[in-house]
């Protein structure tokens, strides 16, 4: 047995160590080792900092996307149908908001149209791949198909607003 604190040599009934004085286990001293406190090794500290790096540049680049015009139609047009105006008029452009807004038809009773025609008449609807006549500018169909095969098409123009795009129109 070897004293805690200078590491002299002890016999094992012995209660004191002759050389520095510690009183030993068999002395009524029981040496609790302190701890050092936790500390991260150096993979941790890298794997950390490269998950903090891989979700900014996730962060960045979500920032950046630009949602396809035929995305924001689906978005748009199932707010529209579940009547969420709120939603669906964050998809519109100031003109069309406006036109909406002085017009005979305001988004309520778009609104109430479109869900009339796919709950009341039980209308399927696709929407299709955006055409883009010409710079900034895109068109999206959307196709109602009826349960007695008789088909309707929406026509809904969008136009790009800095990395948005918004709704400028709806035909139907």
């Known amino acids: ?3 805690v604190k200078c590491g002299a040599d002890l016999r094992s009934e012995q209660k004191v160590c002759i050389v520095c004085g510690t009183r030993t ?9 302190e701890k050092e406190p936790w ?3 150096r993979k941790m500290i890298y ?3 490269g998950v903090g790096l ?3 540049v996730m962060t960045v680049a979500h920032a950046f996307r ?3 015009p035929d995305e924001v139609t689906r978005e748009w047009f199932g707010a529209m149908t579940q009547r969420s105006c709120g939603k669906a008029a964050g998809y519109h452009s100031p003109e069309f908001a406006s036109k909406m807004q002085t017009g005979i038809s305001d988004t309520h009773a778009l609104s109430d149209y479109f869900f009339d025609e796919t709950h009341n008449s039980e209308a399927t609807y696709t929407i299709g791949k955006a055409t883009y006549p ?10 109602l198909n009826y349960p007695d095969n008789h088909v309707s098409q929406i026509s809904v123009d969008l136009e790009k607003s800095g ?3 918004l709704i400028t129109g709806v035909a139907h």
Do not use: D, Q
């Open 163 to 165: 990395r948005r795009w």
């Open 1 to 3: 047995m070897k004293c």
């Open 39 to 41: 500390r991260p090794s």
């Open 134 to 143: 010409s710079t900034g500018r895109a068109n999206v169909a959307i196709t």
């Open 66 to 68: 630009v949602v396809p």
């Open 25 to 33: 286990a068999a002395g009524g001293y029981y040496h609790v080792e």
């Open 47 to 49: 794997a950390a900092v």
């Open 54 to 56: 891989l979700l900014i």
